[in-house]
Nanobody
Framework: QVQLVESGGGLVQAGGSLRLSCAAS????????MGWYRQAPGKQHELVAA???????NYADSAKGRFTISRDNAKNTVYLQMNSLKPEDTAVYYC?????????WGQGTQVTVSS
């Protein structure tokens, strides 16, 4: 089992920044991918950014140039630095940990960007 604890969401004005963190604990020893997904009201669940245990990254087009994903493997923690936030970034953001055979989700953290 892998447990994921997210933090860092909140309310911010358009143009502002937030940093999300997700700490993984439990059986995290395998090669894995950690990422952030989001779901806004009435919209589909979508990938925001992901990073492998080797450091390779993948971003949604909407996140490129504004968001940066990073991870500290020693702490089993992934971060999402979000800059130049827009009202359309408002959503619940979910942390994900996955390996070849396992997939886990965090509880989600609300990000609200006011115009």
């Amino acid at each position: 089992q892998v447990q994921l604890v997210e933090s860092g969401g909140g309310l911010v004005q358009a143009g502002g920044s937030l940093r999300l963190s997700c700490a993984a604990s439990g059986s995290t020893f395998s090669i894995n991918l950690m990422g952030w997904y989001r779901q806004a009201p009435g919209k589909q669940h979508e990938l925001v950014a992901a990073i492998s245990s080797g450091g390779s990254t993948n971003y949604a087009d909407s996140a490129k140039g504004r968001f940066t994903i990073s991870r500290d493997n020693a702490k089993n923690t992934v971060y999402l630095q979000m800059n130049s936030l827009k009202p359309e970034d408002t959503a619940v953001y979910y942390c994900n940990w996955s390996s070849r055979t396992r997939n886990y989700w965090g509880q989600g953290t609300q990000v609200t960007v006011s115009s």
